[in-house]
Structure formats: C-alpha cells, structure tokens
Nanobody, 120 residues
C-alpha cells in the first residue's frame, strides 16, 4: 500500500519559517512529479512547488524566492518555507505520481495534509 506521509506543519509567526517533509512508503517502482500543494479555507487547491520531468522545479509565482523544494532521495521531498505570510495559512498536501510495481498503471497519490498556520 503506497502512502505519502507528511510532517512539519504547525503555528508560526508572520515572517517565520517552517520545513515540511514528505516520504513515500510502500511499494514504489517509479515516482515522478513529487511536490506540494496547499488549500486555504474557501479556496481551491493550488500548486506550491514540485519537481517535474528531468528533475526541474516549478514554483507558484507567489512563493518564488521564499520557498525551496528539495529532495535527498527519490522518495522524500522537503519544502523550506521562509518569510511566511498570514494568507499562506492552509493545509499543505504532498502529491506524487507513482507506479507501484513494474507493469502497473501510474496513479496519483495525495498525503493526508499538514496544517500550516501563520499568525501572531
């Protein structure tokens, strides 16, 4: 059973920093496009940052220069968030496209979400 397990959310003051982690567990033959989305109350889920084909990265315009996505292996990604703003309060979700075993279909997986609250 494939799972994306997130950690690192919490309460931080405006201007502060947080680091989120996401690890893929279970049977993973291939994994691609691993990244982070967020959803604020009453808003649609939006891309924050992700690895794409060829290990390039893409970021939402609003976070460029403040957030950094990184990885230390194929199954684990991080999101370093600096200079956080109150309107970035949201549930942050890890996302990836995974082929569990050789020959299987590729499926899109979501983590359970981790709450990030930016408030004084």
């Amino acid at each position: 059973q494939v799972q994306l397990v997130e950690s690192g959310g919490g309460l931080v003051q405006p201007g502060g920093s947080l680091r989120l982690s996401c690890a893929a567990s279970g049977s993973v033959f291939t994994i691609r496009d691993m990244g982070w989305y967020r959803q604020a109350p009453g808003k649609q889920r939006e891309l924050v940052a992700a690895f794409t084909t060829g290990d390039t990265t893409k970021y939402a315009d609003s976070v460029k220069g403040r957030f950094t996505i990184s990885r230390d292996n194929a199954r684990t990604v991080y999101l370093q968030m600096n200079s956080l703003k109150p309107d970035e309060t949201a549930v942050y979700y890890c996302n990836a496209k995974i082929r569990p075993v050789i020959g299987s279909y590729e499926y899109e997986y979501w983590g359970q979400g981790t709450q990030v609250t930016v408030s004084s």
